[in-house]
C-alpha cells in the first residue's frame, strides 16, 4: 500500500530544543544531533528541554541525511527536522529505511524538505516491516564490523606516531622544536559553486569533511596537507597528488621538504582545534598557531613513519573495498525489498 508523506509522518521539530555549536561538549549525558555526516555531533547535560519521545527520524534539510534515533535528544543548528509517524504500530526502522531510499534530488546548499513532503512509500502491515528491518539491519551490522576494523587501523596508525615521536602537544620525548610555520605554512582554500563541481573529474576538491567533490582543473599541484578552517575542525588529509582545496579549509603552502604524510598526522596529532575563535560557527585561525612551537622530526624519521602508513593503507584499501561491495549490495537489496514489498 502506497501512502504519502502526510499520511505518514508529523514534522514535531517545534518540540524540540536547539544547541548552540559553541554549547557542545565531548561528553554529556544527552546527544545533540544535527544534519551532518556523523551520528551525533556532540553532547550536553542540559535537562530542560530534551525531546524524549523516541524513537523518530531526523532530516537534514540542507543535507539530505537521514538519521534513526531511538535515544532522547537535543539538536543543533537550523536544517533539521524531527518526524514522527501518524500511524499506530509503526516501524521506525522500517520508515527510516524507506526514506533512505527515496530519491530526493540533490539542489546544493538549499532546503530539500519540501522534496522529501513529496515521496510516496510502501506501507505494508507491521509483521511485514518487522520482516524487512531484520534483514537489513543484518547487513547494516556487517557493514558496521568493516567500519570498526578501518578504524582500529585509524588507532593503530595513531598509537604508532606517539610510540615513534610522542605526544607533539606535550613533547613526550624532549625533541628540538620549531614554530609551526618553519614545518608547513597553511593558506586559506579557494571558492568553488557547487554547480562548477563535475563527479567525474581529474582532480579531488578538499573541502572541511574531506574530499567529497571532484573538478577538472586543479588549484594546487604536487599534493599537500588540507584541514578545515570552518565546520569540521580538526581532522586532517592529505594527498600526494593535484587538487582544488575550498575555502572552508586550510592547505599547505610550503611544507620545507617534510613528508607529506608524516605533516597529516602531525598535524592531527597537534589538535588545531585548539585555535578555533569565534561565537556559532567556530573558525580556525592560522595566526593563531602558526608561531606556536611543534616539534622538528628528521626526514628520515618522517619516511620510516610514511612507510608504516602506506602499508596499514594497503590493508584499509582492501577493507574499503570489501565494504563498498557491501553497501553496494545493501543498496540495492532495500531498494528491490522497499520496491516489491506487499501488504
Not at 10 to 17: F, L
Not at 260 to 286: C, K
Not at 295 to 313: G, R, S, W
Request: hydrophobic fraction near 35%; include cysteine.
Amino acid at each position: 500500500m502506497k501512502k504519502s508523506f502526510d499520511e505518514v509522518f508529523v514534522d514535531n521539530t517545534k518540540y524540540c530544543t536547539k544547541i548552540k555549536t559553541s554549547d557542545y561538549f565531548e561528553q554529556g549525558e544527552y546527544a545533540i544531533i544535527d544534519q551532518g555526516q556523523n551520528p551525533i555531533a556532540g553532547y550536553t547535560s542540559l535537562q530542560d528541554g530534551v525531546f524524549n519521545d523516541v524513537p523518530a527520524i531526523i532530516f537534514g534539510d540542507h543535507t539530505r541525511i537521514i538519521k534513526y534515533i531511538d535515544e532522547p535528544f537535543f539538536i543543533g543548528a537550523d536544517g533539521v527536522k524531527v518526524l514522527k509517524s501518524k500511524l499506530p504500530n509503526s516501524n521506525y526502522k522500517y520508515l527510516y529505511y524507506a526514506l533512505k531510499n527515496a530519491d530526493i534530488p540533490n539542489t546544493g546548499y538549499n532546503r530539500h524538505f519540501k522534496w522529501l513532503k513529496e515521496v510516496k512509500i510502501n506501507y505494508p502491515s507491521s509483521e511485514k516491516q518487522n520482516e524487512i528491518v531484520k534483514i537489513l539491519d543484518e547487513v547494516v551490522s556487517i557493514i558496521d564490523c568493516r567500519k570498526q576494523q578501518l578504524q582500529q587501523l585509524d588507532e593503530l596508525v595513531k598509537a604508532r606516531f606517539v610510540e615513534l615521536f610522542g605526544d607533539p602537544i606535550r613533547n613526550t620525548q624532549n625533541r628540538p622544536t620549531t614554530e609551526f610555520i618553519n614545518v608547513v605554512k597553511m593558506k586559506r582554500g579557494f571558492d568553488l559553486p557547487v554547480q562548477d563541481r563535475q563527479q567525474d573529474g581529474n582532480v579531488p576538491v578538499f573541502g572541511s569533511n574531506g574530499a567529497l567533490d571532484r573538478h577538472n582543473v586543479a588549484k594546487v599541484c604536487g599534493g599537500g596537507v588540507i584541514t578545515g578552517r570552518s565546520g569540521t575542525i580538526g581532522k586532517v588529509y592529505y594527498t600526494e597528488g593535484d587538487y582544488w582545496p575550498l575555502n572552508t579549509s586550510l592547505f599547505s603552502v610550503d611544507t620545507h621538504g617534510n613528508n607529506i604524510i608524516y605533516l597529516a598526522y602531525l598535524i592531527q596529532m597537534y589538535d588545531l582545534s585548539r585555535f578555533t575563535e569565534g561565537t556559532g560557527v567556530p573558525t580556525l585561525n592560522r595566526n593563531k598557531f602558526h608561531n606556536k612551537l611543534i616539534i622538528d622530526v628528521p626526514l628520515n624519521e618522517q619516511i620510516l613513519f610514511a612507510d608504516f602508513v602506506k602499508e596499514v593503507d594497503k590493508s584499509k584499501f582492501v577493507l574499503q573495498k570489501i565494504n563498498d561491495r557491501f553497501q553496494f549490495l545493501f543498496n540495492s537489496l532495500m531498494k528491490n525489498i522497499l520496491a516489491e514489498v506487499k501488504v
